[in-house]
């Protein structure tokens, strides 16, 4: 699976957009991304996922470069209860594992 | 309705001891993780079963043995606790195994080995 980098830590103001960037220059055709979060004290919760195109659920929006070489999530709206690590995942298609690779994801601070 | 429980939430015990942590899915899953997140928060993956096969052994110790009595449970043992132990384990579950799975979490057991 390709490696993802992602800032270590971003501040966000309540109610404002949080975008999280995250870098994954190596990645192949075949490989999705994945967006995790872990709000402290919880176990990870998925928010989202995609190939190539931009995805939203109601939790956030996936935006995808066309070269798929990075992307960011959008929180549109973020709250205090938003505070969290986030972790960008790269799975293949072929992985039948199930197995997520965790990095140090970016700790996102809203802050009133 | 809790839909990944692990009990206990926090477990404190002596080196050497044998501890066990429980976890259940309500999801109706067939696959099932435990997941090791260290001091330095780093998340690693130690095993994988899908209905009730072992699919994951991430050259976890074999002090660790995870048994899982059907789908909906994967249970966690654990002998002869070292200091190295102390961490937070999570159980996870997801439907299958494919890129198009999303995992579910349980709220974590907080191991501390002393």
């Known amino acids: 699976d390709a490696k993802t980098t992602q800032p270590p830590s971003m501040d966000c103001a309540e109610g404002r957009a949080a975008n999280l960037p995250c870098n994954h220059s190596?990645?192949?055709?075949?490989?999705?991304v994945y967006w995790y979060r872990q709000i402290h004290s919880q176990g990870p919760q998925y928010i989202i996922h995609g190939l190539k195109n931009n995805e939203t659920n109601e939790m956030a929006s996936l935006i995808i470069t066309e070269d798929r070489k990075s992307s960011t999530l959008i929180l549109p709206h973020a709250t205090l209860r938003d505070t969290a690590v986030y972790y960008c995942i790269v799975r293949a298609y072929s992985s039948n594992t199930g197995k997520l690779i965790f990095g140090q994801g970016t700790t996102l601070q809203v802050k009133p | 309705d809790t839909a990944v429980s692990q009990t206990p939430k926090y477990l404190v015990t002596q080196m050497g001891n044998d501890k066990s942590i429980k976890c259940e899915q309500n999801l109706g899953h067939d696959t099932m993780y435990w997941y090791k997140q260290d001091s330095k928060k780093f998340l690693k993956i130690m095993f994988s079963?899908?209905?009730?096969?072992?699919?994951i052994n991430e050259t976890v110790p074999n002090r660790f043995s995870p048994k899982s009595p059907d789908k909906a449970h994967l249970n966690l043992h654990i002998n002869s606790l070292e200091l190295g132990d102390s961490a937070v384990y999570f159980c996870a579950s997801s439907r299958g195994q494919g890129v198009n799975t999303e995992a579910f979490f349980g709220q974590g057991t907080r191991l501390t080995v002393v």
């Open positions: 190596t990645i192949s055709g075949n490989e999705y």
């Open positions: 079963y899908n209905n009730k096969e072992l699919i």
